[in-house]
Structures are given as structure tokens and as C-alpha cells.
């Protein structure tokens, strides 16, 4: 049965609770939803150079398809897939310079564009190479020095990034480094969706969250949605941590502690003044979800204050609220719920893709 969530927010329920229980809509949101969005690689440092490799493993426990970044000697990138066109090998288990794509099992070879150069032992072979004996490429996309690709893109990555882009194109994105000492990943017993649901809405910050609830102004939290985004902007409050945009930016006067970006589906983009708290959603089964922070830093004075600090602490209070959700929504008498206008927008926008994902 399909899913539904009204355009209207004053007259829409939420998404379903079958959603989160039943294992068909759960394989069905892994083939319509994740492979049809873009998916985030990490920084692209392994491939700086031009004839270089590195795997990729793709949503590990959902999509798991192992895939190749190749940059050739002219030093063009590509995503390909990682899998010997013979008999299914894995090609590329480490990065590494080449100048070929080597095969360890019976030594087929590629070159770094994917095309199947040398095979021993096929003199014979009718209609061989073929064009199936080349490696597969997959959709991929750069952004600021991170790597995207896409199984069977709903859309060009463009469409799901352009607006962080835009608004946030004053801030030097290039120049953020990857810190590894900040590495987290939380193991979570819950549907995936529900940590996403959670993310959306600050309408809890107060009632879950009284450290950051001192420091972001809840009054002007606000929440804006656009095609495949959408973002929560908190404002400081008086004497808190804060960026100040500068003139030319749509926020250019406001003292923002955090733009709260979502790229649909599982994607969490949190810029701080000190840089940015990535947070990648990753659906293991119906009801265990791995959530990896990675942090980019740029200004290291600034680690410690506002909104961007403290964030294991809000990790933990969210994780308890979104594990007693997951037991919830399991009731025989919850089905539905109703959206905030004011306060669930990002929620609702979130269903509604859904939605149209998976129909
Ligand atoms: S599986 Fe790769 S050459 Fe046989
Ligand atoms: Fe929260």
C-alpha cells in the first residue's frame, strides 16, 4: 500500500507507522530511496593525484556496493564499479597509484576509465570484449573537496546541494580540515527515519536538551524548506558563539550559532563557527541505524563554545528519546500523529519525499 502525507500541514498526518515495521517498506526505501539519492564518499584526499585508486563501499549493511574512484593520468575522476567483470572479484581493496586496474584472480586489466584492456586465456571467446566486459560507471558528483555518488540518481546532485551551496557559499568550505580525533560513531537501536525525524524539528530542544537550550535563541529557531533540503537556522543568544555573514548574504545582520542543513535522505550538514559537524545516516536493519559524525574544522579558537560544542552530550539525549520512539511507534494503537505548523516543517517536508520516493 502506497504512503501519503497531505501538502497541507494544518490538515496532514504523519508518515504511517507502518513504516518503521514492516520490512517490505524497509527493502522498498533501500532500492527507491538510497539508491536514487546522492550519497556521500568522504573528502577526496586518497585520489588527490592523478593515477590514483581508492574503494568505496557504499552504505555498508544497505546498498553494500563496493565501488572504485579512479583518477586517470589526465586527471580526470571517476566512480566505477569495484567488481571484476569475469567472475565478480573485488578489484581495489586499498588506495594505491596505478596506471592499470588489475584483477588478482586471473588477471584481467583495465585501464583507469573502466575499459577492459587484457584478459589471458580468452582467444576464442565469441563477441568477446564486449562492452559488459568494461567496469560500470556510476553517477558522481564533487562538491568542495567530498565525493557523491548515486546509484540511479532521482536527480543531478546539483538539485540536492544548490541550495546549501548558495547559502552558505561565504564560508571557505576548501580550507576546512578534516579532523580524525573527532571521529564518532553511534550505533542506535531505531528505524533510521526516526533519528531523521528527530534532527528536523528544534521543537524539543527545550524539553530534551537544557545545555543547548541555553545557548540557541528557541523564539527565532526557524525552519525553511527547499527541493531535496532543508535547513533549521538558530539564531545565538546575546553573547553566545556566533557567525556574523557578511554583507550579500541572505543572513547578513544575524548572529547565527548554527545553520542545520538536511540533504535528503541522510545527510546532516551542521555548520558551526569553528566549521562543520557532518553527520551521516546509515540504515543497518529495519531497527539499527550507525550515525557517523565527522568534523571539519576551520577555526579551532572557536571548538569549544555555542551550539557546535557539547555535541556528545546532545547526541546521548537524542539517541534516548529516539529509541524510546522506535518502541512506540511499534504499538498496536499508535498509527498516526499531527504536525506542528510552526515547529514540524522539516518533519513534514521530510515524509512528503518520502513519499514520493517511495511511490
Ligand atoms: S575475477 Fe577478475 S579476472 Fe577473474
Ligand atoms: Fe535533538
Excluded at 525553511?224 to 554583507?247: V, W
Excluded at 538536511?262 to 551542521?270: E, G, H, K, S, T
Excluded at 498509527?335 to 505548523?341: A, D, E, L, M, V
Aim: contains cysteine; negative net charge.
Amino acid at each position: 500500500m502506497p504512503y501519503a502525507v497531505d501538502a497541507d500541514i494544518s490538515a496532514a498526518r504523519t508518515l504511517d507507522s507502518r513504516f518503521y515495521r514492516d520490512a517490505e517498506a524497509f527493502s522498498t526505501a533501500r532500492e527507491r530511496v538510497f539508491a536514487r539519492s546522492w550519497q556521500w564518499l568522504g573528502p577526496l584526499g586518497d585520489v588527490a593525484e592523478n593515477g590514483s585508486l581508492a574503494p568505496r563501499d557504499l552504505l555498508p549493511g544497505l546498498l553494500d556496493e563496493p565501488l572504485l574512484l579512479s583518477r586517470d593520468g589526465a586527471g580526470a575522476l571517476r566512480c566505477l564499479s569495484n567488481v571484476c567483470t569475469h567472475r565478480g572479484n573485488i578489484l581495489v581493496k586499498a588506495p594505491c597509484r596505478a596506471e592499470q586496474i588489475r584483477c588478482g584472480y586471473h588477471s584481467r586489466r583495465f585501464d583507469l576509465a573502466g575499459k577492459m584492456i587484457f584478459m589471458p586465456e580468452f582467444l576464442g571467446v565469441k563477441d568477446f570484449p564486449a562492452a559488459s566486459d568494461n567496469l560500470p560507471q556510476v553517477a558522481f558528483g564533487e562538491w568542495a573537496g567530498h565525493g557523491f555518488a548515486a546509484l540511479d540518481p532521482a536527480a543531478p546532485l546539483d538539485e540536492f546541494v544548490a541550495d546549501v551551496k548558495a547559502r552558505v557559499s561565504w564560508l571557505p568550505l576548501e580550507r576546512f580540515e578534516c579532523d580524525a580525533t573527532r571521529d564518532r560513531d553511534f550505533d542506535i537501536d531505531a528505524h533510521w527515519a526516526l533519528y531523521v525525524e528527530n534532527y528536523l524539528e528544534g521543537f524539543h530542544i527545550p524539553f530534551v536538551h537544557a545545555g543547548l537550550n541555553q545557548v540557541v535563541d528557541y523564539g527565532s529557531y526557524s525552519s525553511e524548506t527547499f527541493r531535496y533540503a532543508n535547513l533549521q537556522l538558530a539564531l545565538a543568544k546575546p553573547g553566545e558563539s556566533a557567525f556574523e555573514p557578511p554583507p550579500g548574504s541572505p543572513d547578513h545582520g544575524k548572529r547565527i550559532a548554527a545553520y542545520y542543513w538536511f540533504v535528503f535522505p541522510n545527510l546532516m550538514l551542521n555548520f558551526y563557527p569553528w566549521g562543520l559537524s557532518l553527520n551521516l545516516v546509515q540504515p543497518r536493519a529495519i531497527d539499527r541505524t550507525r550515525v557517523s559524525f565527522r568534523s571539519f574544522v576551520f577555526d579551532r579558537s572557536k571548538l569549544d563554545a555555542g551550539a557546535g560544542s557539547g555535541l556528545d552530550r546532545v547526541e546521548a539525549e537524542d539517541e534516548a528519546i529516539v529509541v524510546a520512539v522506535q518502541r512506540g511507534v511499534r504499538s498496536r494503537f499508535y498509527r498516526h500523529g499531527r504536525y506542528s505548523p510552526t515547529r514540524e516543517r522539516g518533519v513534514h517536508h521530510f515524509h512528503r519525499l518520502l513519499c514520493e520516493f517511495l511511490a
